[in-house]
């Protein structure tokens, strides 16, 4: 079984649409969680943090599922600079990130 | 501020070639992460400093993989007798800290090609 689990997309949504990604990670012991996102050919870079209470940024909600080992992002009024690929990432302690492939969104107009 | 960056950004080498990748993290930054991400994949960890002692190599696909970060800041990624499966985008990050609580700043990456 895969470390962090991501369904791969595309997702393809209109301008506006509300998106959510879900995702699972297997290792009980993860202590942080994030969504990074990834444009075409570049690097990551940090979305939001994801806490167990749950926390918003904006058109941006990210949920946690402790008992589940589940996390999720939801997208409201997408834009079509929100196409991207967002990556679920899961730590532990003073170990590394583990990542997910990733899910692709495409927005259009 | 600077962010971290990466030399080359792209490198084409013949299969059984020496590469040398370069990163140099944000300033301050004293945890530094190496990762590999192919087409289609998530980055995936090869190795972790903190100051200038790797505290984790256990990504480091086989030995002929090696990291070096001598004065705890700019590090360099060795890969001895290249192979055609070593091409990927190759990753390094900087953090303020080495809890996995912190934000990880990435570099542009090195696109490495073996041919």
């Known amino acids: 079984r895969k470390e962090v689990e991501q369904d791969p997309g595309p997702f393809n949504v209109p301008e506006g649409a509300t998106v959510a990604f879900n995702c699972t990670y297997s290792?009980?012991?993860?202590?942080?969680f994030f969504w990074y996102r990834q444009d075409c050919r570049k690097e990551p870079k940090l979305l939001m943090s994801?806490?167990?209470s749950g926390n918003e940024d904006g058109r941006f909600t990210a949920q946690l599922n402790r008992a589940s080992q589940y996390i999720s992002l939801l997208i409201r009024d997408s834009k079509l600079s929100d196409s991207a690929t967002y990556l679920c990432v899961v730590g532990s302690g003073y170990s590394t990130l583990t990542f997910g492939k990733g899910t692709m969104l495409l927005v259009s107009p | 501020g600077a962010g971290v960056s990466q030399t080359p950004s792209n490198k084409v080498t013949e299969k059984g070639k020496y590469v040398e990748l370069r990163c140099d993290p944000i300033s301050g930054h004293t945890a530094l992460y190496w990762y590999r991400q192919s087409l289609g994949q998530g980055p995936e960890f090869l190795i972790y400093f903190q100051g200038t002692g790797a505290a984790d190599d256990s990504g480091l696909p086989n030995d002929r993989f090696f990291a070096v970060r001598p004065e705890g800041s700019v590090s360099t990624l060795k890969i001895q007798r290249t192979e055609r499966g070593d091409s990927a985008v190759y990753l390094c990050?900087?953090?303020?800290?080495?809890?996995?609580?912190?934000?990880?700043?990435f570099g542009p990456g090195t696109r490495l090609t073996v041919t």
């Open positions: 990050a900087s953090s303020p800290s080495g809890k996995s609580s912190y934000e990880q700043y």
């Open positions: 994801v806490y167990s």
């Open positions: 290792n009980s012991a993860s202590q942080s």
